[in-house]
């Protein structure tokens, strides 16, 4: 059994505790989503891709990276410098993320920037969870969905429910999948393999030439400095989504700022 699939047993055993109907409700009673998908699709920053920016402790793939991140205050560093949206992992046993998190960004800080919640979504009730607790869009990945009817039909929902749905692909049969997909807007290509957890950007200039220019494209994962990024603009790519290089960073305010293209003079004397 890989990693994805240990995961996905584990998400099974979360599910079945959850309050579905209770969590439909909560979910018809929250604000309507903001527009995840016109935030990064901007380009606010001439031509370098919008940055997703994430609030990140641990990974399978390289273990605990800052425990003891505060991720509030990360959180405001991501928004002064740069960031044009925010990816918030909400798993606990696998990246140390909790729900709470989200929901306090939205409700109680007040995000300027659009959320995404970050988890391996498999069932509806996951999808109210996530608008309920404030997300503006969901992660749908392509490799923990094999059934393509219940694929169309967690897609289908997030969109009823107002949320951006972002759908990660990392090879050609799941990025055909995802083309599929009625209504698709927004396709992540995850230079990460969930499998083998190799990473390789090829992954995505490889992948990028099989998807039309009015579905915007985010790129994952490997990417560490402002040459992987203008790496990435040659495949005109709309957003990349960034973690690791963030948080693990001396300076993670000066590397958002990189990473998102801003070069702004007075936001040069910070480095925090």
């Not at 240990?6 to 599910?15: D, F, P, R, T």
């Not at 273990?63 to 918030?88: E, K, R």
């Not at 920037?113 to 503006?136: C, H, M, S, T």
């Not at 790496?231 to 958002?256: P, Q």
Request: hydrophobic share 45%.
């Amino acid at each position: 059994m890989n990693i994805l699939e240990k995961i996905i047993e584990q998400k099974k055993i979360e599910i079945a505790a959850l309050n579905a109907s209770a969590l439909r409700l909560s979910a018809e009673q929250s604000p309507t989503p903001r527009n995840f998908l016109a935030h990064i699709t901007r380009r606010r920053f001439g031509t370098s891709p919008s940055l997703i920016a994430e609030l990140k402790r641990a990974s399978p793939s390289k273990g605990i990276l800052a425990p003891h991140l505060d991720l509030f205050q990360v959180a405001d560093i991501y928004t002064q410098n740069g960031a044009s949206a925010m990816s918030v992992l909400t798993d606990e046993k696998f990246f140390m993320g909790k729900l709470e998190t989200l929901y306090e960004l939205r409700f109680t800080k007040k995000s300027e920037v659009p959320l995404l919640r970050k988890d391996f979504i498999i069932d509806e009730v996951q999808l109210y969870e996530a608008k309920a607790n404030g997300a503006d869009a969901i992660l749908l990945i392509a490799a923990a969905l094999t059934d393509d009817k219940h694929f169309a039909d967690l897609h289908a929902c997030a969109l009823e429910l107002g949320l951006t749905a972002l759908v990660e692909v990392h090879d050609e049969a799941e990025t055909e999948r995802a083309l599929k997909l009625k209504d698709i807007k927004l396709i992540g290509i995850n230079n990460r393999n969930l499998a083998t957890f190799e990473v390789s950007l090829e992954t995505t200039e490889k992948l990028r030439s099989m998807i039309s220019n009015d579905i915007a494209v985010v790129a994952e994962s490997g990417i560490f400095t402002a040459s992987d990024v203008e790496r990435l603009s040659k495949s005109n790519v709309d957003a990349i989504l960034v973690g690791e290089a963030l948080v693990t960073s001396e300076g993670i305010g000066k590397k958002v700022r990189e990473l998102s293209g801003l070069q702004v003079e007075k936001l040069e004397r910070s480095n925090l």
